[in-house]
């Protein structure tokens, strides 16, 4: 057996398993639906996978596709059937909000068929765009000094962006470049001893890791701590996917030794999640080293974390506005099936014209606020960003249930969309693949065989489509993507390898190229 076909025969058969399993767990009606629409939802999307070739040429579109199907349904079930804990628990309305999620997920799906049949499979053609990609070395693979180089910008521009004002949004704009260090051992692996003394690399890396760590436990932001690991994680399931060879013993047995050692480690990194939370009202008031030891001290005392997550769960059973889903705070990262839950019954509430043309009007002003100001004032567009500075979950929530502005909670583009465009939401969301494919497909190459490879910066950045590639939790957002942060990224990895290029007197060697791959240097 492959290993591609071993991969998505496990979470096929574990997916099978669990729809009888949520049956034994809540016989309700309600749930045992809801557990098969989430069940048929993800085997079209495993099978889609395991019997195509998607994988190979339109690698990015994959990860968003399947990021799109574990975040929003098939992770919620298996997560919640391994907690024994029933699928529809705490939502509002779990049949509308799978059946709907679903139906969006179909749509992608269908666009990324309708996509691929218009590819040509052979080598692309260089247009404008990847010409000037190619040219700025956009596909081409960094050194090691090149790479630690990122890496620390990355990393210093998360303390930068932890602060208010426009200084700390551009600084955000360089987050992603802290997870270039997490690639040195695919890189090294790939393409052989001439990239670099390896051992020295991963010496390092455990050092910056650590480093990584404690930034995220500073500025009390708990993401920073995982994507660079989930990154590594993400490529690899990628490769495995991609992957023809046959599946041999001692790759079981590594994949059983690193189960075991993460199913080892959750329990206490769960726990320095609970921590962290705990110790978020202190954000801004301390300093970071105060912070690391108010976690820390949090972290010592397992009685204090039992009794918040107690409280906690019980606080969510009365509060207006409720996240509580999954119970453990590391999962919850990767399911956020509860956030769509939340904004389909806020929509529900919506039922008077005034509070659909409020949703609406506020949506147009934050896309206009996509522009820079002085742009804004130019086109005579009053908006002043200052009174939009609040999410749409925040403003869904407002309009239904009264619920202060201020969080920054999580909201629903389907949601959102339904509510300002009704029935024509889902063709706007069609288009909106087939463009978020396009700008996908540009930070890959391809090869004559018509196998597509991923660049550097897609390797970067692969949790963010993984995780929002296909979907937002606004409209707007999601024209922000397209419009600005795409293009933004393209200008930042650029702009950051030039001056790294100049820094090290970087001159590229010839390489292998990698199997996932990076292409030969030239």
């Known amino acids: 057996m492959s290993v591609k076909y071993a991969i998505l025969n496990a979470l096929m058969w574990a997916t099978m398993l669990a729809f009888p399993l949520q049956c034994v767990i809540d016989p309700s009606s309600e749930?045992?639906?809801?557990?098969?629409?989430?069940?048929?939802?993800?085997?079209?999307?495993?099978?889609?996978?395991?019997?195509?070739?998607?994988?190979?040429?339109?690698?990015?579109?994959?990860?968003?596709?399947?990021?799109?199907?574990?975040?929003?349904?098939?992770?919620?079930?298996?997560?919640?059937?391994?907690?024994?804990?029933?699928?529809?628990?705490?939502?509002?309305?779990?049949?509308?909000?799978?059946?709907?999620?679903?139906?969006?997920?179909?749509?992608?799906?269908?666009?990324?068929?309708?996509?691929?049949?218009?590819?040509?499979?052979?080598?692309?053609?260089?247009?404008?765009?990847?010409?000037?990609?190619?040219?700025?070395?956009?596909?081409?693979?960094?050194?090691?000094?090149?790479?630690?180089?990122?890496?620390?910008?990355?990393?210093?521009?998360?303390?930068?962006?932890?602060?208010?004002?426009?200084?700390?949004?551009?600084?955000?704009?360089?987050?992603?470049?802290?997870?270039?260090?997490?690639?040195?051992?695919?890189?090294?692996?790939?393409?052989?001893?001439?990239?670099?003394?390896?051992?020295?690399?991963?010496?390092?890396?455990?050092?910056?890791?650590?480093?990584?760590?404690?930034?995220?436990?500073?500025?009390?932001?708990?993401?920073?701590?995982?994507?660079?690991?989930?990154?590594?994680?993400?490529?690899?399931?990628?490769?495995?996917?991609?992957?023809?060879?046959?599946?041999?013993?001692?790759?079981?047995?590594?994949?059983?030794?690193?189960?075991?050692?993460?199913?080892?480690?959750?329990?206490?990194?769960?726990?320095?999640?609970?921590?962290?939370?705990?110790?978020?009202?202190?954000?801004?008031?301390?300093?970071?080293?105060?912070?690391?030891?108010?976690?820390?001290?949090?972290?010592?005392?397992?009685?204090?974390?039992?009794?918040?997550?107690r409280e906690t769960s019980a606080v969510a059973r009365f509060a207006a506005y409720d996240e509580h889903y999954v119970a453990n705070p590391i999962l919850a990262r990767f399911v956020e099936t509860k956030f769509h839950d939340n904004q389909f019954h806020f929509a529900s509430l919506l039922t008077t014209q005034a509070s659909k043309d409020q949703l609406r009007a506020v949506t147009i002003d934050a896309i206009w606020a996509i522009l820079p100001t002085p742009i804004l004032k130019t086109l005579g567009v009053a908006v002043d960003k200052a009174d939009i500075d609040f999410s749409i979950g925040d403003y869904m929530a407002y309009l239904s249930r009264g619920v202060t502005l201020g969080g920054r909670k999580t909201g629903s583009m389907f949601a959102q969309g339904e509510v300002i465009l009704g029935p024509l939401f889902p063709i706007v969301y069609a288009v909106s693949c087939l463009f978020l494919y396009a700008l996908m497909n540009l930070l890959t190459f391809r090869r004559p065989s018509g196998i597509a490879e991923l660049s550097p910066l897609a390797m970067m950045t692969l949790w963010s489509f993984f995780y929002r590639g296909i979907t937002s939790d606004a409209v707007n957002n999601s024209l922000v993507f397209i419009f600005r942060n795409f293009l933004q990224t393209i200008v930042v990895y650029t702009m950051i390898f030039c001056l790294a290029r100049l820094l090290f007197g970087f001159v590229f060697r010839q390489r292998t190229s990698m199997s996932l791959g990076l292409p030969q240097a030239t």
């Open 31 to 309: 749930n045992i639906v809801a557990a098969a629409i989430v069940a048929l939802s993800g085997l079209s999307v495993l099978a889609y996978i395991k019997w195509g070739t998607v994988a190979d040429d339109q690698p990015l579109a994959t990860i968003a596709l399947l990021g799109f199907c574990v975040t929003s349904q098939l992770g919620a079930l298996l997560v919640q059937t391994g907690f024994w804990t029933p699928l529809r628990l705490s939502l509002y309305n779990p049949l509308y909000t799978f059946s709907h999620l679903a139906f969006y997920q179909a749509i992608a799906l269908v666009m990324l068929v309708v996509y691929r049949f218009f590819q040509v499979p052979g080598p692309q053609r260089v247009g404008v765009v990847r010409g000037l990609l190619s040219w700025a070395g956009s596909y081409r693979a960094p050194s090691s000094q090149v790479v630690w180089f990122m890496g620390l910008v990355g990393l210093a521009s998360f303390i930068a962006s932890a602060h208010e004002g426009v200084a700390a949004r551009i600084a955000g704009g360089f987050n992603f470049l802290a997870w270039g260090p997490f690639l040195l051992p695919i890189f090294a692996r790939e393409i052989g001893p001439s990239y670099g003394n390896a051992r020295r690399n991963n010496f390092f890396l455990a050092i910056y890791t650590m480093m990584v760590v404690f930034v995220g436990i500073g500025l009390n932001v708990r993401v920073i701590m995982f994507i660079g690991l989930v990154t590594v994680g993400l490529l690899y399931l990628l490769i495995g996917l991609r992957s023809r060879r046959e599946l041999h013993s001692d790759s079981l047995t590594r994949i059983g030794v690193v189960a075991l050692i993460l199913l080892a480690l959750s329990g206490p990194l769960s726990d320095l999640a609970t921590s962290m939370a705990i110790a978020r009202g202190a954000r801004g008031h301390v300093s970071p080293v105060e912070m690391i030891k108010k976690t820390f001290a949090v972290w010592r005392r397992p009685s204090l974390i039992a009794e918040y997550r």
